[in-house]
């Protein structure tokens, strides 16, 4: 029986777009240089935390109604998920083989060998010391597949019968997000006087890579779908709710040097992206603003350029053609552009095609 698809929720991807430029500015740039969106940018590795959150929404949008009624096969869904995301995992780590080299100086041949292993497994995220292991942005897939692992079970639960149920259990969530952040922030394990993106320690990188620490909010994002479902997409609330997460968002980024780093990583926020996902998720002018085709265009490119913008940008600037082609001083928009560029290409020459190729020979 074929079941029907939800509506798209174009403002989301366009969103995207947004989010994953800001996670290539956040390493790429120097956040001063946008002005009064400088915190944005200096706090760009939340837009990670809202990748995840927004992950949980999308799936449970899309798949919880057959999950609890029984017609959710894990097996095609799994199948379905890795033929996703696998071709262009397996793409960035080929263009990241000089930082092959790089990780071999950087660490115990112990370690080297366990990353070398467990990184093509999807498996380096789990261990902190090697969770950036290849090509730094990865380790967010060791939580994905993690994640995806368990949905289908997670997704067949039920949910509270009553909107306030569903808020308290939204509301729980997110004091067990802010739970690791805090107790990192009370005893200062690793020692260091006032953590920031810049701080190294190996608790600090076992709650900003490693996948239980961010569970908490793709498990929010799943019962959000819930909430989504009970609130009319047309009228004010969405718009006002909306409004609420993105004006809450920048206000608290504005005081982030004031607020413990260690929490503004998943939990402290979690309310304000669930906010922006709802009011996204509306027809209002919100809504029609992230829905335009261009922002569209380039956030179904979005998981393309998160992923492989490292290991490119690398690639392209120790190759110097840059300078060769008397580009340099456009630097660094032309990178950016070439980015965009090369991540649009992948999408249609190298993920749809590979996609389209795996589901048709493992019946996903």
Not at 296 to 314: D, K
Request: glycine content about 8%; some cysteine; overall charge positive.
């Amino acid at each position: 029986m074929e079941v029907a698809k939800p509506a798209r929720l174009d403002a989301l991807t366009g969103l995207r777009c947004f989010a994953a430029l800001n996670i290539v500015f956040f390493h790429f740039s120097d956040p001063r240089w946008f002005g009064p969106f400088a915190p944005i940018v200096n706090a760009g590795y939340i837009s990670v935390s809202f990748f995840i959150m927004l992950s949980g929404f999308v799936l449970a949008y899309n798949y919880a109604e057959r999950a609890r009624s029984g017609r959710l096969d894990s097996m095609r869904f799994w199948k379905a998920r890795w033929t996703r995301l696998y071709p262009v995992y397996l793409l960035s780590l080929i263009l990241g083989w000089r930082m092959v080299v790089r990780e071999y100086h950087a660490h115990t041949h112990t370690l080297f060998w366990s990353g070398i292993v467990l990184t093509p497994l999807l498996l380096q995220g789990w261990i902190p010391k090697i969770a950036t292991f290849w090509n730094t942005p990865a380790w967010t897939m060791s939580a994905e597949a993690f994640f995806y692992l368990i949905f289908p079970w997670l997704a067949a639960r039920k949910r509270p019968a009553t909107l306030r149920g569903l808020l308290t259990l939204l509301a729980l969530l997110w004091l067990i997000g802010i739970l690791p952040g805090a107790l990192y922030a009370l005893l200062s394990p690793d020692q260091i006087l006032k953590p920031d993106r810049f701080s190294y320690g190996i608790w600090l990188q076992a709650l900003k890579f490693t996948p239980l620490p961010h569970l908490p909010g793709f498990v929010f994002g799943v019962f959000l779908a819930a909430v989504d479902a009970r609130i009319p997409r047309d009228g004010r609330i969405r718009l006002a709710v909306g409004l609420t997460g993105f004006v809450g968002l920048y206000l608290t980024l504005l005081h982030e040097p004031r607020l413990p780093y260690a929490m503004l990583h998943d939990g402290l926020l979690m309310p304000l992206f669930g906010a922006m996902i709802l009011g996204l998720a509306g027809h209002n002018i919100l809504s029609r603003f992230f829905g335009l085709a261009p922002l569209v265009f380039v956030g179904e490119a979005s998981y393309c350029l998160y992923l492989l913008h490292f290991n490119l940008w690398n690639l392209l600037h120790a190759s110097g053609i840059l300078p060769a082609l008397g580009l340099a001083r456009f630097d660094p928009w032309i990178s950016y552009a070439i980015l965009i560029g090369i991540a649009i290409l992948t999408l249609h020459l190298v993920e749809k095609p590979a996609q389209r190729w795996l589901r048709r020979r493992i019946e996903a």
